[in-house]
T-cell receptor, first 114, second 114 residues
Framework: AQSVTQPDIHITVSEGASLELRCNYS??????LFWYVQSPGQGLQLLLK??????LVQGIKGFEAEFKRSQSSFNLRKPSVHWSDAAEYFC????????????FGDGTTLTVKP | DAGVIQSPRHEVTEMGQEVTLRCKPI?????LFWYRQTMMRGLELLIY????????DSGMPEDRFSAKMPNASFSTLKIQPSEPRDSAVYFC????????????FGNGTRLTVT
């Protein structure tokens, strides 16, 4: 069975600083990986996804993520954080089943200091 | 594309009452998921459907919870009778199905059981 670990429950960064959110997965085959963001009072929104090919993927809102098979990681990065990036971030791995059930990590809450 | 539509956005009810949450998935999506989110337990998958058929309901907490999908454009999650510990935000999500398809979430229903 697949699993996802987000080691950091809460991260605080200053506005304008760089950001890296960690995600480690466990899956027997080539994973389908996703990052979602949840702003207060809203549902989760897809930031980016990785299936195959280039291991550095670009997403919306200036985010990118790098797939490293050797480390079973899919870390999310942003060069310069904006106050509006404060939210909760979820990493997920997709299951190879017809229904596409995804397994989510526990999330990382990002606080942005002015 | 109107997105996944959930109703109501907020529901306050007394213990013992029946609660029905509603979801309209994105047209053309053939997988539908119900999640529950709480501070203590995070994001939990309750049940998911593929082509209107329940595929996995192992996350449904107990017999008080039931879900239906009578057609491709509508699903309900019912709690009868409701208890204070059911208080949470309930999300519906839909996808095209398959491991590579990201989930599209609604904005959730915040349920408070007093």
């Amino acid at each position: 069975a697949q699993s996802v670990t987000q080691p950091d429950i809460h991260i605080t960064v200053s506005e304008g600083a760089s950001l890296e959110l960690r995600c480690n997965y466990s899956y027997g085959a080539t994973p389908y990986l996703f990052w979602y963001v949840q702003s207060p009072g809203q549902g989760l929104q897809l930031l980016l996804k990785y299936f195959s090919g280039d291991t550095l993927v670009q997403g919306i809102k200036g985010f990118e993520a790098e797939f490293k098979r050797s480390q079973s990681s899919f870390n999310l990065r942003k060069p310069s954080v904006h106050w509006s990036d404060a939210a909760e971030y979820f990493c997920a791995v997709g299951a190879v089943t017809n229904a596409g059930k995804s397994t989510f990590g526990d999330g990382t809450t990002l606080t942005v200091k002015p | 594309d109107a997105g996944v539509i959930q109703s109501p956005r907020h529901e306050v009810t007394e213990m013992g009452q029946e609660v029905t949450l509603r979801c309209k998935p994105i047209s053309g999506h053939n997988s539908l998921f119900w999640y529950r989110q709480t501070m203590m337990r995070g994001l939990e998958l309750l049940i998911y459907f593929n082509n209107n058929v329940p595929i996995d309901d192992s996350g449904m907490p107990e017999d008080r919870f039931s879900a239906k999908m009578p057609n491709a454009s509508f699903s309900t999650l019912k709690i009868q009778p409701s208890e204070p510990r059911d208080s949470a935000v309930y999300f519906c999500a839909s996808s095209l199905g398959g491991a590579s398809s990201p989930l599209h979430f609604g904005n959730g229903t915040r349920l408070t059981v007093t």
